[in-house]
């Protein structure tokens, strides 16, 4: 197998976060959590050369992008969250079962999972991830805060068939060798952004998924018109999933009118009454959205 990440780089260099991202002098919810995240990726001592061989051993993934592009092309593809809780909304469904949950997502017409593995700030985990993706046919993303070489095996190594990549808690370098790494150990890489700077460097850094999160990073305010905004610069071959702000079937509707044919959405599926009528509501927006315009 060809070798795409370089195996003797640094792991985790020492450089603060603001000099690696260019967002406004205040604490940041994703500041937090990142400085967190660091912290324990900086004390974890497991060899990488090892981790790698690990996970190049287990099954092989789902294919995370060929879920989302096997979809009709008058329906929207859904990427269905399950979501314990989150730093704006506190406690969502705390309790919830994972596997129950997935299987009522895909019972809707999810056509990919994403679930939240970070315990400090979303009360997710890895057993939540595995206990998913075992119980349904579909690919998951494994939705947490990649800083370190180690995070990308992990995913690989709980099952996960995608992992997420923030560009605005990577330089670019880490963005590219994340992305190289996942590439290797048969992960597809969901590249998030908030602008177009930020697009231009996920895409630059070899992106094919990229997310445009419509959640200001700073007032952590839902801004309807980023992914339409941001979309628009998005280049042809590269699939295209707006995040955050969807609340149901009319919002859906206009993101597929905006050129979007996926959407990652947690909160308004997880706190659901009828989760999976939630999700098919969402699948079918797109035929609706196409006439609404």
């Known amino acids: 197998m060809k070798r ?45 050369d090892a981790l790698i061989e690990q996970a190049l051993a287990v099954a092989e993934p789902r294919g995370f992008r060929l879920a989302i592009q096997s979809v009709d092309d008058d329906l929207m593809a859904v990427i269905a969250e399950v979501k314990r809780r989150s730093p704006s909304r506190g406690d969502l469904a ?8 997935a299987s009522a997502y895909v019972a809707g017409g999810a056509v990919c999972l994403s679930v939240l593995t970070d315990g400090e700030h979303f009360g997710g985990s890895a057993a939540d991830l595995r206990s998913a993706r075992a119980s ?29 990549l923030i560009a605005a808690a990577l330089d670019d370098s880490e963005l590219a060798d994340f992305m190289a790494l996942a590439g290797e150990l048969g992960l597809d890489a969901l590249a998030e952004v908030h602008d177009e700077a930020e697009l231009e460097r996920v895409l630059v850094a070899g992106a094919d998924i990229v997310g445009v999160n419509q959640r200001d990073l700073v007032t952590f305010e839902v801004d309807p018109d980023r992914a339409r905004r941001v979309g628009a610069s998005i280049p042809p071959g590269v699939e295209r999933v707006a995040e955050s702000g969807v609340r149901g079937p009319e919002d859906a509707g206009a993101l597929y009118d905006a050129g979007f044919r996926a959407v990652l959405v947690g ?13 098919a509501a969402l699948v079918a927006a797109g035929s609706a959205g196409a006439g609404a315009g």
């Open 267 to 279: 909160e308004s599926l997880v706190t659901s009454g009828d989760r999976s009528g939630a999700v």
């Open 136 to 164: 349904v046919p579909v690919p998951v993303l494994r939705k947490d805060f990649t800083v370190d070489a180690r995070d990308v095996c992990d995913a690989a190594l709980m099952g996960a068939d995608a992992v997420l």
């Open 4 to 48: 795409l990440w370089p195996r003797n780089a640094p792991i985790l260099p020492d450089i603060p976060l603001r000099s690696l991202v260019s967002l406004p002098c205040v604490a940041t919810y994703l500041d937090r959590i990142l400085e967190h995240h660091r912290a324990v990726a900086s004390a974890d001592d497991r060899s990488l």
């Open 94 to 101: 705390v309790d919830l079962d994972p596997a129950e949950t």
